[in-house]
């Protein structure tokens, strides 16, 4: 039992920068990208083509982070500039990218057992029995830098204009702000982490598939819910380590009702459709309901 929670605290770890991803569009600039679902792929694929093509890990996890970013600046482009609702630029981007991934790695499925990655590095620099073992300190680490970037970007002039645009872009745009620009700079940032975020998690199974981001948007939403659930808080510190909690604490969830068999693990999508359903559900009804007035 050990074991399983320590493997769903490694694996929790490494998808709550997804879900911090996640939160930019979906909390903080009020889009519902799902540019998520292929640029979660993306990052497993450009790591794994560039390790087995001898690239250095962190070199190759670093490009997979900027592909992520420019599977943003795509959908962005085409919201903005094209006038395609946002919903449906990122249904673009997210179907267009499945082709782009099978191009980037030539097949469905690439191992990455008999290659070095930054776990494995990592785990032979600390001594580490276990890439798990290094999977949890390697997404503390990076989860506690993204939350401190995080933090400085949103309370520079640029970052607080993309929390205004998500608030009313409107009020943005008469004030002078290039909302265009805003907008392709969070979903930017978005699918960055959220592309880093696969290209860890590639790395920790061992192999990159081009259907791995299937779902990763309703399990992102499933981390930040209740993250929010939990921790009642509007402050963006406490709102991002909630996230990186609520992501931890879905995959015990997941973790605990596979191992009870409680559900078959085909159930698995089925059943995080479910928490989130009930989430959302949970926090709608607890908003107060607005009086109806009569003319």
Do not use: C
Not at 10 to 32: C, D, K
Not at 34 to 58: H, K, M, N, R, Y
Not at 66 to 84: E, P, Q
Request: charged residues 10%.
């Amino acid at each position: 039992m050990s074991a399983i929670l320590i493997s769903a605290l490694a694996q929790g770890m490494l998808w709550a920068i997804m879900a911090i991803g996640i939160h930019v569009t979906y909390r903080i600039l009020n889009i519902s990208d799902l540019t998520s679902e292929s640029a979660f792929a993306l990052g497993g694929a450009v790591v794994a083509t560039a390790i087995v093509a001898g690239v250095d890990p962190i070199l190759a996890t670093l490009l997979a982070t900027v592909s992520g970013a420019l599977a943003g600046f795509v959908t962005g482009f085409l919201h903005t500039k094209l006038h395609i609702p946002s919903l449906l630029a990122g249904i673009l981007s997210m179907t267009g990218l499945y082709s782009v991934n099978l191009r980037i790695m030539g097949k469905a499925n690439i191992p990455l057992n008999m290659s070095d990655t930054i776990l494995t590095n990592l785990s032979e620099l600390l001594g580490f029995a276990r890439d798990r073992d290094a999977a949890i300190l390697l997404g503390i680490v990076v989860s506690i830098i993204i939350v401190i970037l995080l933090i400085w970007f949103f309370n520079t002039e640029f970052g607080f204009s993309i929390v205004a645009t998500g608030s009313n872009d409107q009020m943005i745009r008469a004030n002078g702000v290039n909302s265009d620009l805003t907008i392709i700079a969070g979903l930017m940032l978005s699918n960055a982490l959220i592309a880093l975020s696969g290209a860890l998690v590639s790395q920790y199974n061992g192999y990159a598939d081009v259907g791995q981001g299937i779902g990763a948007i309703v399990v992102g939403l499933a981390s930040v819910i209740i993250g929010e659930v939990i921790f009642k808080n509007k402050n963006l510190f406490i709102t991002l380590i909630g996230i990186i909690a609520g992501s931890v604490i879905y995959r015990l969830i997941v973790a605990l009702v596979i191992n009870l068999d409680f559900i078959s693990a085909n159930d698995m999508r089925l059943f995080t459709a479910i928490i989130v359903a009930v989430a959302i559900s949970i926090t709608n009804l607890k908003k107060p309901k607005r009086m109806k007035t009569h003319d």
